[in-house]
C-alpha cells in the first residue's frame, strides 16, 4: 500500500490542523494505521494508531485529550485531528501502515508502510 499524507502547515499554538493520509490499493481496511512525528534531532515518535475497524485508538500521552484519530475505509483515508496545538508538537508527521500486534502498537517496527511525512509548525 502506498501512502500520502498532507495538511501540515505554520499555525500560532492553540490553532488546529487535521492531517489526511491517502493510500492507494483495496487493502486500507486490513490495516492498523498509525500516526508517527519526527522532530529535528530527535527519534521518531508515536502518536496514535487505530485499528482496522476504527472501534480501537490509542494515543501518546503528550497528545491524549488533544488529538483525534479516524479513518474512513470506504475513502482509503486515515485523520488526525489536531487541537490546542503547542510549539512542542512541531514536527514532520508520518502516517504508517502495519498489523502490529498489541506490544507493538506504539513501535515503529510495528508498521510496514510509511508515507512520505508533512510538516507540522507552531509558534508560539
Known amino acids: 500500500v502506498q501512502l500520502q499524507a498532507c495538511g501540515g502547515g505554520l499555525v500560532q499554538a492553540g490553532a488546529s490542523l487535521r492531517l489526511s493520509c491517502a493510500a492507494s490499493?483495496?487493502?486500507?481496511?486490513?490495516?492498523?494505521m498509525g500516526w508517527f512525528r519526527q522532530a529535528p534531532g530527535k527519534e521518531r515518535e508515536f502518536v496514535a494508531t487505530?485499528?482496522?475497524?476504527?472501534?480501537?485508538?490509542y494515543y501518546a500521552d503528550s497528545v491524549k485529550g488533544r488529538f483525534t484519530i479516524s479513518r474512513d475505509n470506504a475513502k482509503n483515508t486515515l485523520y488526525l485531528q489536531m487541537n490546542s496545538l503547542k510549539p512542542e508538537d512541531t514536527a514532520v508527521y508520518y502516517c504508517?501502515?502495519?498489523?502490529?500486534?498489541?506490544?507493538?502498537?506504539?513501535?515503529?517496527?510495528?508498521?510496514?508502510?510509511w508515507g512520505q511525512g508533512t510538516q507540522v509548525t507552531v509558534s508560539s
Open positions: 490499493g483495496s487493502t486500507f481496511s486490513t490495516y492498523t
Open positions: 487505530i485499528r482496522r475497524g476504527g472501534g480501537n485508538t
Open positions: 504508517a501502515a502495519g498489523t502490529p500486534p498489541l506490544s507493538y502498537i506504539e513501535k515503529r517496527q510495528g508498521y510496514r508502510y
